[in-house]
């Protein structure tokens, strides 16, 4: 007579810790697609800003960070919850109280509430301070590229820009910090989508074909921008008419 062995059942921690996601996706990858095409057309931008042998790229990169902010504005009106400009704008509204609060503070152990309750409002105030400034950078721009006026003009221009890159250095700053205090990259989820623990998705869907689209539409400007660009003189043809007069004159 034989007897037949069963083998145990996993135990119920196992169950479960097989069955909990690892991880959880937080943000699309259109909008991660958005940021940074955005982050690269504005810094390309400055980099270029000085000097005549790179204008064209700073204008084509200037109308770059135009179009897409105006595809950010749009999906944050028409795209999914998590990147809607509503979610931002909530967050924001805390922020008048907050600032109040920051008079109590008159030590360490009153600010780590203050600080706590204050991290994702100043980053929500950094990303929207960005997608204020590219409004008045781009319209300064297109109106120095199309001389409506003199030197202000230029000098307005540069000012937002100076601005921008100082929201921008901040906002870096602030992220890098809290990965620090929190002991986890807080720049991986605008890379990766996902952050680690468990939960449901805040992004149902991912939208790749969509962030597809936003890269191939961009590329298509730039190499439409390269073949429009009026080919430069030789840098010495000036020089060269110059020292060899006509043989008729």
Do not use: C
Request: glycine share 8%.
């Amino acid at each position: 007579m034989t007897s037949n062995t069963l083998s145990p059942s996993p135990a119920p921690a196992e169950q479960i810790q097989a069955t909990t996601p690892t991880s959880r996706r937080v943000t699309d990858a259109t909008t991660r697609m958005l940021h940074w095409l955005m982050a690269v057309s504005f810094t390309g931008a400055y980099l270029t800003a000085d000097g005549e042998r790179w204008r064209m790229v700073h204008v084509t990169l200037g109308y770059t960070l135009a179009g897409l902010m105006v595809t950010r504005v749009l999906w944050g009106l028409f795209g999914p919850r998590q990147a809607r400009l509503s979610v931002l704008m909530r967050k924001l509204q805390g922020l008048p109280s907050w600032l109040k609060s920051l008079s109590s503070v008159r030590s360490l152990t009153t600010l780590q509430p203050a600080w706590r309750s204050g991290q994702n409002l100043l980053m929500a105030l950094a990303v929207a301070l960005i997608l204020s400034l590219v409004i008045p950078l781009t319209l300064s721009g297109y109106a120095v590229w199309d001389e409506w006026g003199g030197d202000w003009l230029e000098e307005v221009h540069e000012f937002f820009g100076n601005t921008m890159l100082t929201v921008v250095l901040a906002h870096i700053g602030l992220i890098a910090l809290l990965s620090v205090l929190r002991r986890k990259n807080q720049a991986l989820p605008m890379l990766t989508g996902r952050t680690q623990g468990p939960g449901p998705d805040l992004a149902k869907r991912n939208h790749g074909l969509l962030a597809v689209a936003v890269l191939a539409g961009v590329v298509a400007f730039w190499v439409w921008q390269w073949n429009e660009a009026p080919n430069a003189p030789p840098a010495d043809a000036s020089a060269v008419s110059q020292n060899h007069p006509h043989d008729d004159d």
